[in-house]
């Protein structure tokens, strides 16, 4: 199995990137014609979220969020598969860099948070390339997925520590030697590692580490998020300026989400709505339906 999946992914290099669209939209047709969970957590989460949208709304933005789901899934040759320099024919342009570089000449280190928005692992290539960069990384449950996703990145230049205690001191550390840390900080942790905050004005249980870092640290905190541009014409990334992040815990947490959230809404589609926000919130029971 583990050699089939690697040699898919390096078959899904040689494919020229606007056939890798239509292959997209070919997948994304069939996920909304047939039963299968990708659609139905999609639905879920959208329907909690955006209340107000038609139905209408709701089954055209399901079939938008299918196709970018596929898409993150057909873009893995480019991502794990090539070599690291063939990221960079795809990605088009960069916005507001000048704010990351504004802080680091304050003599900080630089926290980066992001949403599942775009391709995460384009950012992540674009970072290792750019910064001294590390990221928490929590390995996935196939055991061959977990070789490939960590030869790719740190062949990237990013360093990655295991979320747990010693991985944090790699964290605060570097950030204290005015490096940076990126973190995906919009994953639901593990019960006992969040606080209840809001997400789109509805209760979601949100990781409290991002304002814990801040605060040991002094760093500064900016979001990154990536959007794919439309007719296979690449990515754009998108820095903010430096965020008012306060010190307590769910003050922090509670800016960090209505971040997330002006990202998101600029291009609602392209985020992760197959993954279970609600989980571990009163919200949960949204999947049981």
């Known amino acids: 199995m583990a050699f089939l999946i690697k040699a898919f992914i390096k ?11 239509k292959f997209g939209s070919l997948m994304a047709l069939f996920l909304n014609l047939l039963p299968n969970s990708h659609k139905k957590i999609t639905q879920q989460n959208l329907k909690l979220v955006f209340p107000d949208k038609s139905s209408k709304d709701i089954k055209t933005l399901i ?44 003599d900080r280190g630089i926290l980066l948070i992001t949403p599942h928005l775009g391709n995460i692992e384009i950012i ?14 929590s390995k996935p449950n196939q055991s061959y997925l977990d070789k490939i996703i960590t030869l790719s990145r740190e062949s990237a230049g990013v360093k990655m520590v295991h979320p747990d205690s010693a991985g944090l001191k790699v964290l605060i550390k570097s950030l204290k030697e005015k490096n940076m840390v990126a973190i995906a900080s919009d994953q639901v942790p593990k019960q006992g590692f969040g606080i209840a905050s809001t997400f789109f004005g509805k209760e979601i249980y949100s990781m409290t580490l991002v304002p814990k870092l801040k605060k040991v640290s002094n760093c500064a905190v900016h979001s990154v998020y990536c959007e794919r541009r439309k007719k296979a014409q690449g990515f754009n990334i998108y820095f903010s300026d430096e965020l008012d992040l306060s010190h307590d815990v769910q003050e922090g947490v509670d800016r960090m989400n209505n971040e997330f959230e002006e990202c998101i809404i600029s291009i609602p589609e ?5 993954y279970k926000k609600f989980k571990r919130s009163v919200n949960k029971t949204i999947y049981n339906k």
Request: net charge positive.
């Open 11 to 21: 078959f899904l290099q040689f494919i020229p990137y606007s056939l890798l669209h």
């Open 63 to 106: 079939k938008k969020s299918l196709f970018h789901s596929s898409m993150n899934f057909l873009e893995s040759g480019i991502v794990w598969g090539s070599k690291n320099t063939k990221f960079e024919n795809y990605l088009v342009e960069v916005f507001n860099k000048e704010a990351i570089n504004k802080s680091f000449d304050s």
């Open 124 to 137: 992540i290539k674009f970072l290792g390339k750019q910064f001294n960069c590390t990221i928490p990384y």
């Open 270 to 274: 392209q985020y992760s709505w197959e």
